[in-house]
């Protein structure tokens, strides 16, 4: 598995990072922390967590972070992996009402080092962001934790580029590092944002993509996979692609990808799974896409995606030359 380095870091992680959203409620930790195993067998050392991850399933509260937790703690593996949580996420109940106070990120902080049994982060992400704010208390907030030794670096979830931009310049001014990455959704499959019903989320779109194409910001995507869509396709699982999939990836112009994807697998030997990742990770800027992985075999086959390598003719190609449409 090939590393990729973040840019404004001395972090090199693997080329994918592992997600875990519904670790610990979702998917019971026995089973998570054979996914995390054998995430780290294949060569992983990118975990990717959240505060609220698996908060809306019934159970125990940040059943995600508390699962890796006692994983790292059980294993003493905290010093090989690249450890990323998320804060500042608005209350579930009050997905509009932001929460991006000093004191409420310093909160969630501490509560994620509590939950992750570890002293540090290597990259903390603002899981959402509040544009009533002024950039500049949020990344002086940040940077204090940086200074204090708890958080290494962070970065942005969900942000829109005027947004980070004015974030970067607030930092560059002051002589300090700013956001090292941003998290967004973005996979091969175009999508309608609006239809993802939740407004507070941001897809990767032309001026972001233009934005990492200048800056050389890493870019770490969520739904990374599509969740799936192209491979349940390409094996004649149709049925298997849940309708809120549908409505999200349904269309004409991903029918036309899955044809592509399909071509390009019978000519490179790639699997389609390698290739919906490939797609992300021979992007001309730092791209590691985060995937979700339900199984041992998934978790696998999405890890082979590591070491592929395509030419940006075949990444055009693949989107038909609007990667950025998203
Ligand atoms: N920052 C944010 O706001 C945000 C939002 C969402 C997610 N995330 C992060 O991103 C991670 C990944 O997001 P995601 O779960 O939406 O990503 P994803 O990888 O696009 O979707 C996961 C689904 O893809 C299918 N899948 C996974 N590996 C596969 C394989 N090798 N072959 C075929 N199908 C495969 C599985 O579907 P089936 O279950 O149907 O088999 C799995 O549940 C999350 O765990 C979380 O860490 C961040």
Redesign the pocket.
């Given at each position: 598995m090939r590393s990729s380095a973040i840019p404004q870091t001395d972090l090199a992680p693997s080329a994918i990072?592992?997600?875990?959203?519904?670790f610990g409620n979702g998917i019971a930790p026995a089973d998570a922390y054979q996914l995390l195993d054998a995430y780290v067998a294949c060569g992983g050392t990118f975990i990717?967590?959240?505060a609220v991850?698996a908060n809306w399933l019934p159970g125990e509260k940040n059943s995600s972070e508390k699962t890796i937790g006692r994983w790292l703690a059980a294993n003493g593996r905290r010093d090989s992996i690249v450890l990323a949580t998320?804060g500042a996420h608005p209350e579930l109940a009050t997905m509009h009402v932001p929460r991006m106070s000093p004191a409420e990120i310093l909160d969630d902080l501490e509560t994620s080092l509590r939950n992750l049994q570890t002293g540090w982060i290597d990259i903390y992400?603002l899981?959402?962001d509040d544009t009533a704010r002024p950039v500049a208390e949020i990344i002086d907030t940040l940077h204090g934790q940086v200074a204090a030794g708890k958080i290494r670096y962070f970065a942005c979830?969900?942000w829109r580029a005027e947004r980070i931009a004015a974030a970067q310049a607030y930092a560059a001014g002051r002589g300090i590092t700013g956001f090292v990455a941003n998290?967004?959704?973005w996979?091969l499959a175009q999508i309608d944002p609006a239809a993802t019903g939740d407004p507070t989320?941001v897809a990767m779109d032309d001026v972001t993509y233009a934005y990492h194409r200048r800056t050389e910001l890493a870019a770490i995507p969520?739904?990374?996979?599509?969740?799936?869509y192209f491979?349940?396709m390409a094996q004649g699982r149709a049925g298997?692609v849940?309708p809120n999939q549908q409505k999200l990836f349904g269309c004409q112009e991903n029918a036309a990808r899955l044809a592509r994807v399909q071509q390009l697998a019978q000519e490179t030997g790639y699997s389609v799974?390698q290739l919906v990742l490939a797609y992300l990770t021979n992007q001309p800027f730092p791209t590691i896409?985060?995937?979700?992985?339900?199984?041992v075999?998934?978790?696998e086959?999405?890890m082979r995606a590591g070491d592929v390598y395509l030419t940006s003719e075949q990444v055009d190609w693949l989107a038909r030359g609007d990667a950025q449409k998203q």
């Open positions: 990072c592992l997600g875990s959203s519904n990717d967590t959240a991850y998320k992400w899981h959402r979830s969900n998290q967004m959704r996979s989320t969520y739904s990374s996979q599509a969740g799936g491979q349940k298997d849940r799974s896409p985060i995937v979700g992985c339900r199984s075999a998934q978790v086959d999405s």
